[in-house]
């Protein structure tokens, strides 16, 4: 049983798959979710092949820095999501990353899949850039990366190796979805937010 501090993390994190359930950001089982516990070397993070419209706080389970699964959630049929390695992966190049969130969306699927070539997609002279953290105006440019998509997620993070050392806060794996991660479970959920807003109007932009 989750308590303290963990307890809390659980319950933040519930009522954001939750909310992002109702926004059609995780269909079919997919995306995962998870947060720096207590203890800075393990993880709450969502099982794998739950419904998210069913998710239940007893659905997130604590994995080690390596993604193996811990007491007492060592139990048969009881997986961590089965992209672990790049919340881990993120975790240890971001050490103040307290969060990290994993949508699937429609704009996200799209847009990284017939955007793939360009490598990014980017932002500027919007308000709503403000909702990622350390942007205090809206005149910058915000880059997402877009990597092609694995079942290997060691392939993953080497394609994003380059992006790490710049101001990024999050990326489009193609055809797949979006991580974005935070220094609290509420600014990385307010990056997803912020990114699905910027998908929309990018999107709403290329029919004019
Ligand atoms: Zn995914």
Known sequence: MLTGRNLELAQELLESIRFFNQRGWSPATSTNYSARSEDPQKYLISRSGVDKSKFELSDLILIDSEGTVLAPYIRPGVKSSAETEIHTGLYARFPEAQ??????????????????????????????????????????????????????????????????????????????????????????????????????????????
């Open 99 to 208: 969060c990290v969130l994993h949508t699937h969306s429609v704009l996200g699927t799209v847009l990284s899949y017939e955007l793939l070539a360009q490598g990014e997609l980017s932002f500027e002279g919007l308000e709503i850039l403000k909702g990622l953290e350390g942007n205090a105006t809206h005149e910058l440019r915000e880059i997402l990366p877009i990597v092609p998509n694995s079942q290997d997620m060691s392939e993953i993070l080497r394609n994003m190796e380059g992006h790490f050392a710049s101001q990024i806060h999050g990326f489009l794996i193609a055809g797949h979805g979006l991580y974005t991660w935070g220094n609290t479970v509420a600014a990385a959920r307010r990056h997803v937010e912020t990114f699905e807003f910027l998908f929309e109007c990018y999107a709403t932009k290329r029919r004019f």
